[in-house]
Every structure is written in C-alpha cells, then in structure tokens.
C-alpha cells in the first residue's frame, strides 16, 4: 500500500496518538478486536463501522468518545446511574459520549458509523450482566 494513499475507514482504522501521529490498522484481519489490547492504544482509535445489529454496553474512562451517523438510524442510551437517556443519531449528525458513561447502540436502520474511540481504558459489559448489575439491591451497612 502506497504511504500517501487514500483509505478505506471501514478496512484501515487509524490510532490517533497523542503525539498527533496517525497509525494504520488492518481492521480485516481475522483477530482485529481481540488483537486491540496487545497494541498500546494512548491515543483515539478511529474508524467506520457497519452497524446492522445492537451493541454490548461500554464505557470509556480514558475521555470522551465521539460518534458520527453517516447513514442509518441508531440509538444511542446513555446510563447516568440514576437515569437513562436515549439520543437518536441521524446521518449528518454528531454525537459526544461523555467519559466514564456507560452506553450501547440500539439500531433503528441499519447504516455506518464513524468513531473516535478513546482508549485503552474501554471496558465492556453484556446486556445481562449491565441488567444484573444496575438491578441489584444495593448493599447494605452494617
């Protein structure tokens, strides 16, 4: 691949490190997410993904992620410990989930999205074990 050439999103993600660097991942290869925790992410991961079905939960300790609908409809539900609130991203729209906010996408209309995924802090959650998790009684003091 030529150093200077145009990119597809969806095939090369791109580590935006802090120092402002932009390195190529191979987002086709086989093991791409569990690979993820072997490079040091300290930086932005960003990418597009095809969004056809709804997402775990996550959270992102490391800063704000940024979400931007290119086509599609999705919700994104945002749990605030005491509430939840729902936001519908369009395409055109942009959408910034706060730092340390648990979150997962619902879709509306199949379509791609663009991220900038602070890492490598993220932590993620089953729809079950979010449930358990937010239902259980809390504990008490003895």
Do not use: Y
Not at 16 to 36: M, N
Not at 54 to 75: F, K, N, T
Request: hydrophobic share 35%; with cysteine; net charge negative.
């Amino acid at each position: 691949m030529a150093q200077h050439s145009s990119l597809d999103p969806q095939q090369t993600f791109l580590h935006l490190t802090p120092r402002g660097v932009a390195e190529r991942l191979d987002a086709t290869a086989p093991d791409f997410w569990q690979s993820l925790a072997e490079h040091d992410l300290d930086g932005r991961l960003f990418g597009v993904v095809g969004m056809d079905k709804d997402s775990h939960w996550e959270m992102h300790p490391g800063g704000d992620e940024v979400l931007v609908g290119l086509s599609g409809s999705i919700e994104i539900v945002l749990d605030f410990d005491d509430e939840t609130e729902t936001l519908t991203l369009e395409a055109g729209q942009l959408c910034i989930v706060p730092h340390d906010v648990w979150h997962r996408l619902v879709v509306n209309e199949p379509g791609q999205l663009l991220f900038a995924t602070p890492g490598p802090t993220t932590q993620h959650r089953s729809l079950t074990e979010h449930t358990k998790l937010r239902t259980a009684a809390p504990e008490s003091s003895a």
